[in-house]
Every structure is written in structure tokens, then in C-alpha cells.
């Protein structure tokens, strides 16, 4: 079983940025896509980003398109890590957001929620105006 850990949450004023990891554990994770989701408070889960298994072909959704940056750690030999870079972030990104592992390597496996068969705990970035 995989267990996905973010961190990296927080407050940020408006315009500012933020970064947020996923590190995951287990088995089989290295050859599978991964992504990003986000929930606000009375809204359903949503779908932000996503990378496929090798870090060559990325996924977004239009909300955050030139503002937001998936990549895979390049440092990290187990490719277990996935960072989300956040720039110019809005009061309408606050949110919850939960590192997902994608059903297998392609992009699109992480890009819907029944795709998903890991998620990690979430966590809170709130954005001030």
C-alpha cells in the first residue's frame, strides 16, 4: 500500500507564492502519474495538476495554467517525490490539497478523482487579499 505525505501549506497574501511536496512510500509508486486536487469549503474535490511517471508530460487545469508548476524531484533517485509550485496565488485558491496517485503512468491517470488510488491527508493553503 502506498501512503502519499504533502507538506508545504500555509497563509500567503495574495500574489504570493507557495510550494507544496509530496513524498511517497510503498509499493509501486515510481511508475505511476501523480497529481494534485483541491477542495474549499461547501465545493467538491477538484482537479489542479498532474505529471506523468517520468516527469515528461504534465496536465492543468485552466484555473491555474501559467501560475501553478508540477515536477518530479530530480534529485531524488526513488522518484518518489512530486513538488507543486505555486505562484501568484489568488484568494479563490484557498483550498485543501491532497496529493493523488494516479491507477498507472499516463497523465490522465491522475487527472480524475476515479482514477486516484492513493490520496495523501491534505494540506491547507490559505490565501489572503
Known amino acids: 500500500q502506498v501512503q502519499l505525505v504533502e507538506s508545504g501549506g500555509g497563509l500567503v497574501q495574495t500574489g504570493g507564492s507557495l510550494r507544496l511536496s509530496c513524498t511517497a512510500s510503498g509499493r509501486a509508486f515510481s511508475s505511476a502519474a ?28 485552466d484555473s491555474v495554467a501559467g501560475r501553478f508548476t508540477i515536477s518530479r524531484d530530480k534529485f531524488n533517485k526513488f522518484n518518489n517525490t512530486v513538488v507543486l509550485q505555486m505562484n501568484s496565488l489568488k484568494p479563490e485558491d484557498t483550498a485543501v490539497y491532497y496529493c493523488a496517485l494516479g491507477r498507472g503512468p499516463a497523465v490522465m491517470e491522475a487527472t480524475l478523482p476515479n482514477r486516484v488510488t492513493s490520496w495523501g491527508q491534505g494540506t491547507q493553503v490559505t490565501v489572503s487579499s
Request: hydrophobic share 35%.
Open 34 to 61: 501523480r497529481g494534485w486536487f483541491r477542495q474549499a469549503p461547501g465545493k467538491e474535490r477538484e482537479f489542479v495538476a498532474a505529471i506523468n511517471w517520468s516527469g515528461g508530460n504534465t496536465n492543468y487545469a
